[in-house]
């Protein structure tokens, strides 16, 4: 006989948990029941309280619960382990069905309850196997599922958590049967939680939804719909609802995950609510927008896995995956590759951030030897400032507005002449300018661009820029060609196409995805739209306008990107927590972002469906004594992680530091390394630097990234926003001091929800104005 075993969801999370020869013992176990799963050693038996599971032995210690899904016409058998559970837990309140609404398996579990809640909902558990040992031993046991805690009953609030909610109306959104009244009992969110812990996804997220305050349709449409089945469900039918069921079949790499960890395999987990767009047909550009941890990077992750599989044979690199900096797009590979794992198919996809894109097209396309040495911003300004020095100007106009209003301006819209200046719009811009005003500016930064030549040198904003302008002209003879070809029916284009050298020329990509969109200029937006054909799931955009950290505002439409009628909105957290969410959200408030469409965006409606500690917030008197209180926090999570991975203690890459300035991310490295002995890694923009276990950083390298613990250090007023940087522009042009505010609350935010687990915001003096709440712990 031939058994197929998979793997429940939860199941696999469950394991992740459990110490590392439990592991080994339960995929000892998984060979053992794919050769028979009958034999005497397993001790297979199906539970008093659901005939639907069984139990089998993993060792002296441990039960694997399963439930059977099905016997194929030639005896074989296939089961679904739904639970790796001590054997003194609580089995009499476990329950397996088929979902009504997803069609798929669902397992639920009340043991992990609090008693409170069991209490008025009149349920008594009763352990699955009553033990001989000592009265010591047994208290010393678990009592209750993997993650449920002892609890006092908390004091009832006056009326339900979901008060005004009907039997009926969870049963339609897919709340689990057996949750359903325990559900409408609930009076406290501590038990709230306990319930969601042991339900399925989907009650999981409609309850947590309802509690927190989502209308019913707002469930239905955000939750419910993304997941509900198009299939005549058959209630009874197991084998059909295991192929609707996310589910990992038992292998050699299944192990392989388990003894790793989670947290990679998190990191490209996609919930079942984001698929629809993963799998859609697009007849045009679609973008993704969301708060930080709704899943839109894993979802463009996962989109570019969909695209990929659906190409032709071939060797070419059809896909584009990009980003705007060199590290995330680092991350980003990794992340690709652990996802979809077979190389012929990665190799289908190009991954490479935005400037060294723009970079290639410039050196395809540029005369030999004539391709130009990029500076930074900082260079610019310098030479900016001596141009400003030879025409007598210093104290005319700031080096930085006249840097801005060249890259978004003159650039961004491509403005080749000083009359098309005159004409162009500057929206966004703040500080309005009198024609007198424009024609000095434009003398000013055309003596700047010669200054560039004759040095032969240009800035990552003219890069962008020409190769915007090469893809434009590129996209215009594949029309031209394409016209020519409609124009005579067809018919043979050899002759032509040799004359003019187009014999090869089509479109670079079939298929393009940004990630990280907010922070791209206008010029990098025209070089994509021209790189692709528009059509049919053409580009795919995903970003945030709220964790924009770089002063770069476009407008979609007006360079060619419709996605009117293809844009959706990510509103559930299920990386950052309520308690992190809650604190970063404070940071953001009383500031309207755009929506990257001339429209606005919001975090309204915002929420996060898991729960953790609240962030910390530590004020020390001295920067000194800020990097010592750091040292101490980084130590206790070390040890702390050290012990609860699986997976050898390497902690590398779950913890980091955000810092607010490079010179501060210099003096928190020193510390570390000379005076508390721990490891680091320096952010860059290649990636880590350095295989240290704590990750460094300025807040900027944190976008897209993702820890499981974090601290933000040096959140100090005139640190964080830097006053010394932009209160001059307060009282001479407030809209760029707003402009500069927005940035900073921007960085701070992005920074405090890179965190999953923990978050701790440390100062020195008095703390930054963003963190409003009252301080909860000083030094």
Do not use: C
């Not at 109306?169 to 049967?177: F, H, I, K, S, Y």
């Not at 319930?195 to 305050?213: E, H, I, M, R, T």
């Amino acid at each position: 006989m031939t058994v197929r075993l998979s793997l429940y969801q939860k199941a696999e999370q469950e394991l992740y948990k459990l110490d590392r020869s439990v592991k080994a013992k339960f995929y000892d176990f998984s060979h053992r029941f794919r050769e028979n799963p009958h034999s005497n050693g397993l001790q297979l038996k199906a539970l008093k309280g659901d005939s639907q599971i069984f139990s089998a032995r993993i060792d002296d210690s441990y039960r694997a619960l399963l439930t059977r899904t099905g016997t194929d016409e030639t005896g074989d058998e296939s089961w679904l382990v739904i639970a790796v559970r001590h054997r003194r837990d609580v089995y009499e309140q476990l329950s397996v069905a088929i979902n009504r609404v997803s069609g798929e398996i669902e397992f639920v579990d009340l043991s992990v309850v609090g008693e409170g809640a069991l209490r008025r909902a009149g349920i008594q558990l009763i352990p699955a196997e009553p033990d001989a040992t000592t009265t010591a031993e047994t208290e010393d046991a678990p009592t209750s599922g993997p993650d449920a805690q002892p609890d006092a009953e908390p004091a009832a609030p006056a009326s339900p958590l979901l008060a005004g909610h009907s039997r009926q109306l969870l049963r339609e959104l897919g709340v689990a049967e057996p949750l359903i009244d325990l559900a409408l009992t609930l009076t406290d969110t501590a038990d709230l939680d306990r319930l969601v812990a042991g339900a399925p996804l989907l009650s999981q997220d409609v309850l947590y939804g309802l509690a927190a305050g989502m209308s019913p349709d707002e469930v239905r449409a955000e939750i419910t719909a993304a997941v509900a089945s198009t299939d005549q469900i058959d209630l009874g039918d197991f084998g059909a609802a295991l192929a609707r069921t996310a589910v990992t079949t038992i292998d050699d790499a299944l192990q392989k995950v388990l003894e790793d960890g989670d947290f990679q395999a998190w990191k490209v987990f996609l919930h079942p609510t984001q698929a629809r767009l993963v799998d859609r047909d697009y007849n045009g550009p679609a973008r993704v927008s969301g708060g930080p941890g709704t899943g839109k990077t894993i979802v463009a992750l996962h989109r570019i896995h969909h695209l990929v599989r659906q190409l032709k044979p071939g060797r070419d690199k059809p896909i584009l995956l990009t980003t705007f900096t060199k590290n995330l797009t680092a991350d980003l590979r990794a992340r690709l590759t652990d996802l979809i794992g077979d190389p012929d198919l990665l190799a289908r996809v190009e991954i490479a951030h935005i400037d060294e894109l723009a970079y290639k097209v410039v050196s395809e396309n540029a005369l030999s030897g004539s391709v130009k040495r990029r500076v930074d911003d900082r260079t610019a300004l310098t030479e900016l400032r001596t141009v400003l020095a030879e025409v007598g100007q210093q104290g005319s106009w700031e080096t930085e507005f006249l840097i801005e209003e060249w890259e978004q301006v003159i650039l961004g819209q491509a403005v080749g002449t000083r009359t098309a200046y005159f004409q162009t719009r500057r929206a966004g811009r703040g500080r309005p300018l009198t024609r007198p005003e424009r024609a000095a500016v434009w003398k000013i930064l055309d003596q700047f661009t010669a200054r560039l030549d004759k040095k032969d040198i240009e800035t990552w904003g003219q890069a962008a820029e020409r190769a915007a302008r090469y893809e434009m002209e590129r996209a215009g003879r594949i029309q031209s060609r394409q016209a020519y070809k409609d124009q005579v029916g067809g018919r043979d284009l050899i002759h032509r196409d040799a004359e003019a050298s187009m014999s090869d020329l089509k479109h670079r990509y079939k298929h393009i995805v940004v990630d990280e969109a907010q922070d791209l200029r206008a010029a990098h937006w025209k070089m994509l739209r021209a790189m692709v054909a528009p059509g049919d799931n053409d580009m795919f955009i995903a970003g945030d306008t709220h964790q924009r950290v770089y002063d770069n505002h476009v407008s979609l439409g007006s360079l060619g990107i419709n996605v009117r009628g293809r844009s959706a909105r990510l509103s559930l957290s299920y990386r950052t927590t309520k308690e992190i969410l809650a604190r970063a959200l404070t940071v953001m408030s009383g500031e309207t972002y755009d929506d990257l469409d001339d429209g606005t965006d919001t975090l309204s409606g915002y929420r996060s469906v898991l729960h953790g500690p609240v962030p910390e917030l530590r004020g020390y008197a001295t920067w000194e004594e800020e990097l010592d209180g750091l040292a101490a926090t980084l130590r206790e999570w070390r040890d702390g992680l050290a012990h609860e991975n699986s997976a050898a203690g390497d902690v590398r890459g779950l913890i980091a530091v955000a810092v607010p300035d490079r010179d501060k991310v210099s003096q928190v490295i020193y510390h570390l390394a000379t005076k508390a002995g721990l490891g680091y890694a320096q952010l860059t923009s290649d990636g880590p630097r350095g295989d240290g276990e704590i990750h460094v950083g300025t807040m900027p390298r944190f976008k897209g990234l993702e820890y499981q613990r974090l601290v933000i250090v040096g959140a100090s007023n005139k640190l964080v926003p830097r006053t010394d940087s932009i209160d001059r522009y307060r009282a001479d042009d407030p809209a760029r001091y707003r402009r500069e505010l927005r940035k900073a609350r921007s960085m701070l935010f992005v920074a405090a929800t890179r965190a999953r687990d923990a978050l701790t915001i440390t100062w020195h003096g008095n703390p930054s104005p963003f963190l409003t709440e009252p301080v909860t712990k000083r030094n």
